[in-house]
């Protein structure tokens, strides 16, 4: 099993649509949680960071269920400069600290 | 947010040379900096965590001879592709964190094409 598992999509979605990422990761001892965003042929840059209350930044939610080992990122009223491949982010747990990459989920907004 | 240069952006290179990518970190000390390598149309593979003065951390099936790494300062690390071949050709990413459990902030990438 992967350590830090998404669906890569792609979610093909109207304007003004609602869209919903989910991602599920393996280590139960995980406890630092991201969305970054990558655009084609750049570099990934952070979302936001995930915690255990949930959060929100403006159109953007994301929660944690830690039970269910999962986070999810939903996204309101999708606008065409979404469109992006949104990435899931985890630290891994052995002999040092490292973050683990999600396939990542790609996202298309059209018209 | 923090910033976070890597240099060169691209480079082209003969098969068997060497190439050197430099990763700084502008406005912080790094205590941790990653290597990743991205295929394209795959995601982001860890290839190693490298801090201060100490020794890298290779990921399983990552040739630690081949990908040398040197984090000579809180705010330098360097990866040298040795011998490159054909199949060395991708995207290199380098990120670096500031403390842990905190995000990492990524250098722009460097581009390698092995001719």
């Known amino acids: 099993r992967k350590e830090v598992e998404q669906d890569p999509g792609p979610f093909n979605v109207p304007e003004g649509a609602t869209v919903a990422f989910n991602c599920t990761y393996s280590n139960s001892a995980s406890q630092s949680f991201f969305w970054y965003r990558q655009d084609c042929r750049k570099e990934p840059k952070l979302l936001m960071s995930?915690?255990?209350s949930g959060n929100e930044d403006g159109r953007f939610t994301a929660q944690l269920n830690r039970a269910s080992q999962y986070i999810s990122l939903l996204i309101r009223d999708s606008k065409l400069s979404d469109s992006a491949t949104y990435l899931c982010?985890?630290?891994?747990?052995?002999?040092?600290?490292?973050?683990?990459f999600g396939s990542g989920t790609r996202l298309l907004v059209r018209p | 947010g923090a910033v976070v240069s890597q240099h060169p952006s691209r480079v082209i290179c003969k098969s068997g040379t060497s190439v050197k990518i430099e990763c700084r970190s502008l406005d912080f000390q790094a205590t941790t900096m990653f290597w990743y390598r991205q295929f394209p149309k795959q995601s982001l593979m860890l290839m190693a965590t490298s801090n201060e003065g100490s020794k890298a951390t290779y990921e399983q099936g990552v040739e630690k001879d081949k990908f040398l790494i040197n984090h000579a300062s809180l705010t330098l690390s360097t990866l040298t592709v040795t011998s490159a071949h054909p199949e060395d050709s991708s995207f290199y990413i380098c990120s670096a964190l500031r403390d842990l459990n905190t995000e990492a902030f990524f250098g722009q990438g460097t581009r390698l094409t092995v001719v």
């Open positions: 995930v915690y255990s």
């Open positions: 982010v985890v630290n891994g747990v052995d002999s040092s600290y490292k973050l683990i």
